[in-house]
């Protein structure tokens, strides 16, 4: 098992290098050239770094990830690729993505798409809380238990 991060943008990498250290589970952030960074990280974890463009990121997370790791993403078709694979799909808002819930999120994706489309407006997410780094720590942790 290791853990495989879509890396552009994701609010809890601190949380993931910080127990994939304590547990000695291999982490792989993948991000775009545009998001580079030369920050030192841990040696467990290994940095991938992909063209930008539409999905280069979510294409090699697909190439990369193997049934029995664990995935975090907000992007819910990239989730949708993972979970037939065999992957444990955690969003950084603390829910995990599931063959369950998968279709309602992509539907309700697509319908916010049209009116979008269609010149009307939704809401956007809301912003990233201290709770919502909780919850996923909490599953995180839990997920990372389970799969040792």
Known sequence: MRVIVDADACPVKDIVIKETKQKDIPAVLVSSLSHYSSRELPPHVETVFVEAGADAADFRIVQ?????????????????????????????????????????????????????????????????????????????????????
């Open 64 to 148: 990369l990830a193997k049934q029995g790791d664990v995935v975090v993403t907000q992007d819910y078709g990239l989730a949708s690729l993972l979970l037939p694979k065999g992957c444990k799909v955690i969003h950084h808002k603390g829910f995990e993505y599931s063959n369950e819930n998968i279709n309602h999120l992509l539907e309700t994706r697509y319908m916010g798409s049209m009116i979008r489309k269609g010149g009307g407006r939704t809401k956007g997410p809301k912003p990233f809380s201290k709770e919502d780094g909780r919850a996923f720590a909490e599953l995180f942790k839990r997920r990372l238990e389970e799969g040792m």
